[in-house]
């Protein structure tokens, strides 16, 4: 029988147990390396900042409440990592234009014709930073609005919104993609 997260995180904090730190990773690097990699559009750079997301965890395991979820605790350290590769580089707008211009090559260059997850993540690099998250943290990593709203530290009727938003935008911009398909 596998143990709970509730139990694993207490013999990481009671003993520093690292076999039982490497269940959680196990349980949930599929998940947080994901959700990285939609939010950033870098396997790369989502491998890293999952990686330092992870030691982040072992180090504040302590602080572990066990009030909310492991998997949203372990999300937000992930989305901390992944703002604050952000903030290091100074220049969130800038790559935003370079990724717009890379996809817009790319829509160029082969008329998105690679399939319905391309058309996801391109849809998805159309929204705002924000309602992108927050739908990636939904949809992708399967967080109720609620757990979301505990991720990004966003009121629950924020999160709604932005999601709402978000995905009005990505019909749209789907549907206009089957619209000059047929």
């Given amino acids: 029988m596998s143990a709970s997260d509730i139990e694993l995180t207490a013999l990481v904090v009671a003993t520093g147990d690292q076999h039982a730190f490497g ?3 196990e349980r949930y690097q599929t998940l947080v390396r994901a959700m990285l990699t939609r939010m950033t559009g870098n396997h790369a750079l989502a491998d890293d900042l999952a990686q330092d997301a992870f030691i982040k965890a072992y180090r504040k395991i302590g602080t572990f409440s066990g009030k909310g979820s492991f998997k ?3 999300c937000r350290i992930a989305y901390t990592e992944f703002l604050q590769a952000i ?3 100074k220049a969130a707008s800038a790559a935003m234009e ?3 211009v890379h996809q817009e090559i790319e829509e160029r260059s082969d008329n ?3 399939g319905d997850a391309m058309d996801l993540d391109r849809a998805l690099g159309h929204l705002s930073e924000v309602e992108r998250t927050a739908i990636v943290l939904c949809f992708s990593s399967g967080m109720s609005h609620s757990e979301v709203s505990d991720v990004m530290d966003l009121p629950l009727g924020t999160v709604k919104s932005h999601i709402n938003r978000g995905k009005a935008k990505m019909r749209t911009l789907l549907e206009e993609k089957e619209a ?3």
């Fill in 23 to 25: 269940q959680l990773v």
């Fill in 72 to 74: 949203s605790w372990l």
């Fill in 87 to 89: 903030r290091k580089r």
């Fill in 98 to 100: 370079r990724f717009k």
């Fill in 112 to 114: 998105w014709e690679q």
């Fill in 180 to 182: 000059v398909k047929v």
